[in-house]
């Protein structure tokens, strides 16, 4: 039997003190009740001492919490920010699949797109070569032709490059943020934005009026790894925020790909991180279009299954 929750009871839970992400991601997935009401909602947590909470809770933190969802949908509804829960239909199934999901997905666009396409994360720097930039264009349009959504991250760069190279291709593109939804970061990438809105869905695990930190961003790269079937990754250093996105996807059993750089580019330091993972056989190095469309095989393969 599957239980009821209302969104504004999720988002309270997320506000309480003492409980975090993934203490709220197991009060959810273990619900055994409707939560339609407050008092539900703290006498469900009264009975839950199986799972550990950090502090005592009152009645003014349960009002205040309260009271801080309620200010969140409205001020999102003006945004046109909508929400869905780990135990909604439409949430990513990929996503769920992973071993930290987001308990709620603020999102603009078309959720759907998430689950009713194969999805292929395209990532890398912020500063690529010319090459660089113009091959993450062609494995964006490339994956488009084989009926992929392209997953990234909005960043200037490699990611920029691969959500343009889908929208020029007529395909759908989903940017993952690490902020409220209510602003575009970089600046730059506001017209992007709006056409990611048009053509896919930009979504983020932060609520309106969260503002861009180095944990947001470390924590949104779990979440292209979680919705998508493999990631590829265009060009990044060894220290580069990349590198995150690359171990979440091993952690996932996801598919990690790299591009093989030119010989030109071979000891260039902003490659050194494809390097490192292929030499490591942690990533599958890409170098020419028979690899691709193997590449592409293989994750139509194991979405099958």
């Given at each position: 039997m599957?239980?009821?929750?209302?969104?504004?009871?999720i988002?309270?839970?997320?506000?309480?003190?003492?409980?975090?992400?993934?203490?709220?991601y197991?009060?959810?997935?273990n619900?055994?009740?409707?939560?339609?009401?407050?008092?539900e909602?703290?006498?469900y947590?009264?009975?839950?001492g199986?799972?550990?909470?950090?502090?005592t809770?009152?009645?003014?933190?349960?009002?205040?919490?309260?009271?801080?969802?309620?200010?969140?949908?409205?001020?999102?509804?003006?945004?046109?920010?909508?929400?869905?829960?780990?135990l909604?239909?439409?949430?990513?199934?990929?996503?769920?699949?992973?071993?930290?999901?987001?308990?709620?997905?603020?999102?603009?666009g078309?959720?759907?797109?998430?689950?009713?396409?194969?999805?292929?994360?395209?990532i890398?720097?912020?500063?690529?070569?010319?090459?660089?930039e113009?091959y993450?264009?062609?494995?964006?349009?490339f994956?488009?032709?084989?009926?992929?959504?392209?997953?990234?991250?909005?960043?200037?760069?490699?990611?920029?490059?691969?959500?343009?190279?889908?929208?020029?291709?007529?395909?759908?593109?989903?940017?993952?943020?690490?902020?409220?939804?209510?602003?575009v970061?970089?600046?730059?990438?506001?017209?992007?934005?709006?056409?990611?809105?048009?053509?896919?869905?930009?979504?983020?695990?932060?609520?309106?009026?969260?503002?861009?930190?180095?944990?947001?961003?470390?924590?949104?790269?779990?979440i292209?790894?979680?919705?998508?079937?493999?990631?590829?990754i265009?060009?990044?250093t060894?220290g580069?925020?990349t590198?995150?996105?690359?171990?979440?996807?091993?952690?996932?059993?996801?598919?990690?790909?790299v591009?093989?750089?030119?010989?030109?580019?071979?000891?260039?330091?902003?490659?050194?991180?494809?390097?490192?993972l292929?030499?490591?056989?942690?990533?599958?190095?890409?170098c020419?279009?028979?690899?691709?469309?193997?590449?592409?095989?293989?994750?139509?393969?194991?979405?099958?299954?």
């Amino acid at each position: 039997m599957k239980f009821k929750i209302e969104k504004q009871f999720i988002i309270a839970l997320l506000h309480l003190p003492g409980i975090k992400r993934k203490t709220a991601y197991k009060l959810l997935v273990n619900l055994d009740r409707d939560i339609l009401s407050l008092g539900e909602l703290i006498e469900y947590l009264s009975d839950k001492g199986d799972i550990k909470l950090k502090s005592t809770l009152s009645i003014d933190d349960f009002d205040n919490a309260l009271k801080v969802a309620w200010q969140i949908l409205q001020q999102s509804a003006t945004y046109n920010i909508k929400m869905v829960s780990v135990l909604d239909d439409d949430y990513p199934k990929l996503l769920r699949q992973s071993n930290d999901p987001p308990v709620i997905l603020n999102y603009i666009g078309d959720i759907t797109l998430l689950g009713s396409k194969p999805t292929i994360a395209i990532i890398g720097t912020r500063d690529p070569s010319p090459y660089g930039e113009r091959y993450a264009k062609f494995v964006s349009d490339f994956f488009v032709g084989k009926g992929f959504n392209i997953v990234s991250g909005l960043a200037k760069g490699c990611d920029t490059a691969a959500h343009l190279g889908a929208i020029a291709a007529n395909g759908v593109t989903s940017a993952v943020l690490a902020h409220g939804l209510d602003k575009v970061y970089p600046k730059e990438n506001k017209a992007l934005a709006d056409q990611i809105k048009q053509c896919g869905v930009l979504v983020s695990e932060y609520f309106i009026g969260t503002q861009m930190s180095k944990k947001n961003f470390i924590e949104r790269d779990r979440i292209q790894a979680g919705l998508s079937l493999g990631t590829f990754i265009v060009e990044c250093t060894i220290g580069s925020g990349t590198m995150h996105t690359a171990k979440y996807t091993k952690d996932y059993e996801r598919v990690l790909a790299v591009m093989k750089p030119p010989l030109r580019d071979y000891n260039e330091t902003r490659v050194s991180g494809n390097q490192m993972l292929s030499q490591t056989g942690k990533a599958v190095a890409i170098c020419d279009n028979y690899e691709l469309k193997n590449l592409s095989i293989v994750l139509l393969s194991n979405q099958a299954n």
